[in-house]
């Protein structure tokens, strides 16, 4: 259910915004959010009682909400490039 030390690694590489980023940059953790997101959403599509995991997939959507405002605060184009590139909608 959770990501692999590899995954992890591979989304921070592809998604870095300068040579000493390791994971620690908005758009980072953003990628790394979608990630679990989604591995979440296949946990509750088959577990739709489990009411644990239902409220950290909600506070993962909320913080990743939040990241995605910042970004968008700092610069649209940015913004822009990374909901293209995770296939998030606006």
């Known amino acids: 259910m959770s990501i692999t030390k590899?995954?992890?690694?591979?989304?921070v590489a592809a998604f870095?915004?300068?040579?000493?980023?390791?994971?620690?940059?908005?758009?980072?953790?953003v990628a790394?959010?979608?990630e679990r997101i989604n591995n979440l959403q296949?946990?509750?599509?088959a577990?739709?009682?489990d009411e644990h995991?239902?409220?950290g997939l909600l506070?993962?959507?909320?913080?990743?909400?939040?990241l995605l405002a910042y970004i968008k605060n700092k610069n649209v184009t940015k913004?822009?490039?990374?909901i293209k590139k995770l296939g998030l909608r606006k």
């Open 6 to 11: 590899e995954k992890k690694s591979e989304l």
């Open 16 to 29: 870095k915004t300068s040579e000493r980023d390791n994971g620690g940059s908005a758009a980072s953790q």
């Open 32 to 34: 790394v959010l979608t």
């Open 42 to 45: 296949a946990h509750m599509k």
């Open 47 to 49: 577990n739709h009682k």
């Open 53 to 55: 995991s239902k409220r």
């Open 59 to 66: 506070k993962m959507v909320n913080h990743r909400k939040t």
């Open 79 to 82: 913004y822009d490039e990374l």
